[in-house]
């Protein structure tokens, strides 16, 4: 692979590459970010087996990360408040761009692309107002803002394109924060999570309100089918230790649908959803609690299927046959009628897999 990134290099500098794809950088599947034993941070490009594909350096915690729906590169985003984007180019292993958030806002981990790659749209919080934006960048213009309008909510975390679709999801988590007061949630009491759909301009399309007695449910990650169908994973912000749903499913234009394990499963998951992916073809999904030790799966009616535990665990990511998953101990596995660990690495992954 170094020999392979040195060629491409070259290429590039001479100007005679010609335009490169995700192939030319061994078809990776899922992006993750990871801390390595030395206290380095980097981004990996990794195959569904677990295999590595490529690694970028980082120069800190990463959270997600937004992959081109064509080229091979890759934005990474600081853990949450963060105030940097780093895009990079994943055959050479150079940075192209550092984005940062405008004064008075900072990105919340996530973003994705317009589905021909000309956009970039990242979650914000614009802090002083207490309320979400989205923000836009231009790839063809050297990622610059070329603007932004509302997430629909407070707290905008996850945002994702719909298959096939120009609509953009987003999950706003309904809690309201300041760098002032670092992860302090400023507003426990008065929180109102939703899911929303918006056009690339920002134009609401649909807003999804969870019942009032689940209103301290922060809706966080996202996850969906290709014919729309949206899967949510949510954080309990409210008394620890009850059973509430922690899934949540809906079709823009419907109905929500929650899904909860037995009770004993659904306490033991703290009350907390680190990711959440969608397995459409095989109707299942996955969600992970690195605070609970266990992947919980359920249909795509929402119905509880089964648990695996695997200590700190939280990427997810759909295969052809199942799920993969990442832990904070550097363990890769296989989920599919059992949990198979595949390998045990120096490093410490974080929250998400991304798939590319």
């Not at 929180?191 to 056009?199: D, K």
């Not at 200590?311 to 199942?322: E, K, L, N, V």
């Not at 799920?323 to 009628?337: C, Q, Y």
């Amino acid at each position: 692979m170094t020999t392979r990134r040195a060629f491409l290099s070259t290429m590039l500098a001479a100007g005679l590459a010609p335009r490169l794809g995700w192939a030319d950088v061994g078809c990776p599947d899922f992006l993750a970010a990871a801390r390595l034993a030395d206290g380095s941070h980097a981004l990996f490009g990794m195959g569904a087996d677990g295999s590595e594909r490529f690694a970028i350096p980082l120069p800190g915690r990463g959270h997600a990360a937004a992959a081109h729906p064509t080229r091979p590169e890759a934005v990474a985003f600081a853990r949450r408040p963060g105030s940097f984007a780093l895009i990079s180019d994943c055959a050479s292993g150079t940075l192209l761009q550092s984005l940062q958030a405008p004064a008075g806002r900072h990105f919340y981990g996530h973003g994705c692309f317009s589905g021909d790659g000309a956009l970039l749209f990242t979650t914000e919080n614009d802090f002083e107002h207490g309320t979400g934006r989205i923000g836009i960048w231009a790839r063809e213009e050297n990622y610059r803002r070329i603007g932004e309008f509302s997430s629909g909510g407070i707290g905008p975390h996850d945002i994702l394109r719909l298959p096939g679709q120009d609509v953009l999801v987003v999950a706003n988590g309904g809690i309201r924060t300041h760098p002032d007061h670092g992860r302090e949630k400023l507003n426990l009491d008065e929180m109102s999570p939703s899911l929303t759909y918006l056009t690339p301009s920002g134009a609401l399309l649909d807003r999804v309100m969870l019942p009032d007695d689940l209103r301290q449910n922060s809706i966080r990650h996202l996850a969906a089918r290709e014919d729309g169908l949206v899967a949510f994973a949510m954080q309990w912000q409210g008394e620890p230790g009850l059973p509430l749903p922690l899934l949540g499913l809906h079709r823009r234009g419907g109905s929500l649908r929650l899904g909860s394990a037995p009770e004993p499963e659904q306490i033991a998951m703290a009350g907390y959803v680190g990711s959440i992916a969608f397995n459409g073809s095989a109707g299942r999904i996955a969600l992970t609690s690195p605070r609970g030790g266990r992947a919980h799966l359920f249909d795509d009616d929402g119905d509880f299927l089964g648990a695996m535990r695997r200590p700190d665990i939280c990427g997810i990511g759909a295969t052809r046959d199942g799920f993969v998953a990442t832990d904070g101990l550097g363990g890769i596995s296989i989920l599919g009628a059992h949990l198979m660990p595949q390998a045990a690495l120096p490093r410490a992954w974080d929250n998400h897999l991304v798939t590319i």
